[in-house]
């Protein structure tokens, strides 16, 4: 009778021992000397978890427990890890220095680069943005400001249930990664704040933004030049700037946007809807395969816009007009309320008129009346009921 209870817990035994091989190792900041009050920097600690994590060949997590954590200026390099398996677990909050001034000119507040298959979940970044913001208000000199998480030259990232608080300026920056997914991220700043975009998105490849939600002062999403398959859906923003892709332009030789998707999200309040930008400056750039689908707008300024005419205060731009191409354009079942009259914007470039726009089951509004809509320089095709009334 023993020996049967023996060979029966056989198979129990080998569970747990492989169970325990498989636990990732964990580094507890706490641990390693991280205080939970706000106030005592705490950046040593946190790096300390990184180098330990970097030098383990197995999955390893990096564990926030609750609390408030102060952070300076934190760059987490994964050049040299032998890690790519990392994952960083926050159930607590990472607070910046409350004096713009430390982080101000650094660039980045938080800032992982070149590394592979980093996870991070939960947890909230306060940027500590408003005195900042303030000091600009103000007419002062004041620090450019410091995006609050940067991700570098970076493949194979997770952002799961991230919350950015008040960020000095843009709250999560994507450059130059391959194949990296943001998923319930929530991003809260007053709509008046200055240059606090989402997320921005930058000479890469595969992002996927999913179910989040953006607050903030200038554009929800923005996607910069050298952006590939890009897919945003269920996403919420209002109030801000809308998603934009751009602005695009600047440079004479710049890389294109293409193959990109927004759908089934919800623009409230916002100043604009879905809007390509470009600078009226000489540029070998272009913008193709792009589809708006699904999309709702409550009482938004411009709710569809193309503005490739953009030269604010006419500085560097004067008298030009924009070499970027844009092409194959859809907007697809895309209806609600413009708070302007005028809901289609498509304000194309004079030397390379947009081509390939559609216009598909478009239904905006303006005070219980169809909008109305402009096109200059726009070539294409309506299909399906569209009000405003056709330009195309």
């Known amino acids: 009778m023993m020996r049967t209870t023996s060979l029966l817990a056989l198979p129990f035994l080998f569970m747990f021992f492989s169970a325990s091989l498989a636990a990732p190792l964990t580094y507890n900041v706490q641990s390693l000397g991280a205080r939970p009050d706000g106030r005592t920097d705490s950046t040593k600690s946190f790096m300390n978890a990184w180098t330990a994590a970097c030098a383990s060949a197995k999955p390893t997590m990096i564990y926030v427990p609750r609390g408030r954590y102060l952070l300076r200026s934190a760059f987490f390099d994964g050049q040299l890890c032998k890690n790519s398996a990392i994952t960083i677990r926050i159930d607590g909050t990472l607070v910046a220095p409350s004096d713009y001034n430390v982080n101000g000119n650094a660039g980045y507040w938080i800032k992982f680069q070149r590394v592979n298959g980093l996870s991070i979940y939960g947890g909230t970044l306060d940027g500590q943005g408003t005195g900042l913001w303030a000091c600009k208000a103000s007419g002062r000199s004041c620090p450019t400001g410091a995006t609050t998480l940067g991700i570098d030259n970076s493949n194979n990232v997770i952002i ?233």
Not at 207 to 224: P, R, W, Y
Request: with cysteine; glycine share 10%; net charge neutral.
């Open 160 to 392: 799961n249930g991230l919350s950015s608080l008040n960020s000095q300026i843009i709250h999560i920056g994507i450059v130059g990664c391959q194949n990296v997914k943001l998923q319930g991220v929530k991003v809260s700043a007053s709509g008046r704040s200055p240059n606090t975009d989402g997320i921005h998105v930058q000479s890469s490849s595969g992002v996927t933004i999913l179910n989040s939600h953006f607050a903030t002062g200038d554009d929800c999403v923005s996607i910069g030049p050298g952006s590939t398959n890009l897919w945003v859906e269920n996403v919420s923003c209002g109030p801000g700037h809308g998603i934009s892709i751009g602005s695009l332009g600047w440079d004479l030789q710049e890389a294109g946007v293409q193959n990109v998707t927004v759908k089934s999200s919800t623009f409230t309040g916002s100043q604009n809807g879905v809007r390509i930008k470009t600078w009226a400056r000489s540029s070998n750039g272009f913008v193709r395969d792009v589809l708006f689908q699904h999309v709702v707008m409550i009482n938004v300024q411009n709710p569809i816009i193309i503005d490739q005419n953009y030269c604010p205060h006419n500085n560097d731009c004067p008298n030009q007009v924009s070499g970027v191409k844009i092409s194959d354009v859809t907007y697809q079942d895309i209806h609600g309320t413009s708070a302007t009259p005028i809901a289609v914007n498509l304000d194309c470039s004079k030397k390379y008129p947009c081509s390939g726009i559609r216009l598909e089951d478009v239904r905006l509004t303006y005070k219980d009346q169809p909008a109305e809509a402009s096109c200059i320089n726009a070539g294409g095709s309506a299909s399906g009921l569209v009000e405003p009334t056709r330009c195309l």
